[in-house]
């Protein structure tokens, strides 16, 4: 009869065996997601830089600095009469009760509530209660706020982080989709096509707006001649 003890896990134990094993197995398709999303943008990246050497447009971004202007205007225009109402204030109390950098000692704890200090901060400057209910309802749901040690703390910590892959893979996949719609996205498989069949689809388009050019100034030098002959 051996005198060796077989140990009996406890159904926590077995529980939280099998939740860390799932956590892992999201853990790598999070980070395979996460490069695939990254290397997605990078070579739209450098398609953009490419397009914008080439064809010489900037509206995408004279638009984006527009909208930001337009931003900051409506903000310091609703922030000059911001009176904030007692259940604002109410709830961001207990928001920073919560998250304030000041309730931890850890360098990266620290650094993680400063920032969604701010975030709270801009929101209850701009009077977002949903922006604050979101950020205390992120903020009670995340595995750091799970205290104590032993099985039970641990498995609730895992089963957090289990969630949180789960909804990184869901809005990394959202963003693949949002990639896939846009103007840049499009003209790039365009240009791909092309250069599988051995045409510069960029080029062609230069040479479209080239031509272009070379009319306009034409009917402009005649116009001025018409002028001048008057």
């Known amino acids: 009869m051996s005198n060796q003890l077989v140990l009996q896990l406890t159904p926590e134990d077995e529980e939280l065996q099998r939740k860390s094993a799932e956590l892992a197995t999201l853990e790598t398709e999070l980070v395979q997601g996460e490069l695939d999303l990254t290397t997605l943008h990078a070579e739209l990246q450098n398609f953009d830089r490419e397009y914008q050497q080439i064809i010489g447009t900037r509206y995408t971004e004279l638009d984006r600095i527009e909208e930001q202007i337009a931003e900051y ?101 959202q963003e693949f989709e949002a990639v896939k719609k846009t103007e840049l996205y499009e003209l790039k498989y365009r240009s791909d096509l092309a250069k599988e069949v051995g045409q510069d689809l960029l080029a062609d388009m230069a040479q479209e707006l080239d031509e272009q050019i070379r009319q306009a100034q034409a009917e402009l030098q005649e116009i001025k001649e018409r002028i001048g002959t008057r």
Request: contains cysteine.
């Open 73 to 173: 205007m409506a903000y310091l225009e609703s922030s000059t009469d911001f009176t904030p109402s007692e259940d604002l204030k109410k709830l961001y109390r207990e928001v920073a009760k919560r998250i304030h950098p000041d309730l931890t000692t850890d360098p990266v704890e620290k650094v993680r509530r400063q920032e969604l200090m701010i975030a709270a901060n801009q929101a209850y400057e701009a009077g977002d209660m949903e922006a604050l209910k979101a950020i205390l309802y992120s903020w009670e749901s995340s595995p750091e706020s799970v205290k104590g040690e032993g099985v039970v703390a641990e498995l609730i910590r895992v089963i957090r982080k289990i969630s949180q892959c789960r909804e990184r893979l869901c809005g990394i996949k």
